[in-house]
């Protein structure tokens, strides 16, 4: 079955980093893009970043342009995300999940999601 296991999350100062793993498994991820989307308590899931499997193209929020960084490693199956410079409005529980074909900024075109990683970010 599809699968997706997010890591990385945890607990860092603000100015700090943190590097999140989404682990995919029982599928092939050429032809899907995969997307970070991140959700506060009572908020909808906004989109973070994206990476499209096919030709590489990537999506970054506006909010996180110049501090994140999105990576696949087609071998291990595995998207990344780098966060750098870390502000307490980036905490939230991150998900990742997959939509078939390029990138798309809205939750209905992802059929798939991890259970998500924790991130907060504090003093």
């Known amino acids: 079955q599809v699968q997706f296991v997010e890591s990385g999350g945890g607990l860092v100062q603000p100015g700090g980093s943190l590097r999140l793993s989404c682990a995919a498994s029982?599928?092939?991820?050429?032809?899907?893009?995969i997307g970070w989307f991140r959700q506060h308590p009572g908020k909808e899931r906004e989109g973070v970043s994206c990476?499209?499997?096919?030709?590489?193209?990537?999506y970054l929020a506006d909010s996180v342009k110049g501090r994140f960084t999105i990576s696949i490693d087609h071998a291990k199956n595995t998207v990344s995300l780098q966060m750098n410079s870390l502000k307490p409005e980036d905490t939230a529980v991150y998900y990742c999940?997959?939509?078939?074909?390029?990138?798309?900024?809205?939750?209905?075109?992802?059929?798939?999601w991890g259970q998500g990683t924790q991130v907060t970010v504090y003093s």
């Open positions: 029982g599928f092939t991820l050429e032809a899907y893009s």
């Open positions: 999940g997959r939509a078939y074909g390029f990138c798309s900024p809205y939750e209905a075109d992802f059929d798939s």
């Open positions: 990476i499209a499997t096919s030709d590489g193209s990537t």
